[in-house]
């Protein structure tokens, strides 16, 4: 069975830092890109980052850019989100995918072929 678990989510203040970890089992992440998600209440779900198989070319949402870092350890076949400078409208679900596809010409980590269940994270004082 092809799985993602995401981890690391929680309650933070506003301006602190949280990691992400998406660790797949029953399939190797090798030659997968894969992407972080979150959907925050009442709104659709958006792209925040995505990873190339190889880790050598990362993509982030605008929102997200200077303050998020994507990494991977494919040896531990998993996948990070480094959170800093948490902003109170970062809460949300993150979820992360498996993609065969890094860029689709119009989408990072497109079409994805296995989705975790979500971690959620609150950020607030």
């Known amino acids: 069975q092809l799985q993602l678990v995401e981890s690391g989510g929680g309650l933070v203040q506003p301006g602190g830092s949280l990691r992400l970890s998406c660790a797949a089992s029953?399939?190797?992440?090798?030659?997968?890109?894969i992407g972080w998600f979150r959907q925050a209440p009442g709104k659709e779900r958006e792209g925040v980052s995505c990873i190339n198989a190889s880790g050598g070319t990362r993509n982030y949402a605008d929102s997200v850019k200077g303050r998020f870092t994507i990494s991977r350890d494919n040896a531990k076949n998993t996948v990070y989100l480094q959170m800093n400078s948490l902003k109170p409208e970062d809460t949300a679900v993150y979820y992360c995918?498996?993609?065969?596809?890094?860029?689709?010409?119009?989408?990072?980590?497109?079409?994805?072929?296995?989705w975790g269940q979500g971690t959620l994270v609150t950020v607030s004082s």
């Open positions: 029953g399939f190797t992440l090798d030659w997968y890109a």
């Open positions: 995918a498996a993609s065969k596809l890094y860029y689709s010409g119009t989408y990072y980590c497109d079409g994805p072929e296995v």
